[in-house]
């Protein structure tokens, strides 16, 4: 029990202190950000998001098979109609 809210602490001091480096970084940058970068930071943004759902359909359309019964007793994965 006392190690895991050694664990508990360490990485609540962890989160705290991350949140704030990456806080700190954010308000550095938008300081430095100009009109012309913030649009080509927008558009990239738009890019990645954009590839993010190609994929996601990609994944869907391949796995989107309803899953066998478990209780077959054949495990071949050769055989699609268990012969």
């Known amino acids: 029990m006392i190690r895991r809210g050694f664990w508990l602490t360490v990485g609540a001091a962890a989160g705290i202190i991350g949140y704030r480096r990456v806080s700190a970084a954010g308000r550095r940058l938008s300081g430095r950000l100009t ?49």
């Open 35 to 83: 009109a012309a970068g913030a649009a080509g930071l927008a558009r990239e943004t738009v890019r990645f998001t954009r590839d993010v759902r190609e994929g996601m359909d990609l994944y869907m359309a391949r796995h989107s098979e309803a899953p066998g019964s478990t209780l077959d007793t054949d495990h071949d994965p050769r055989s699609k109609d268990g012969r």
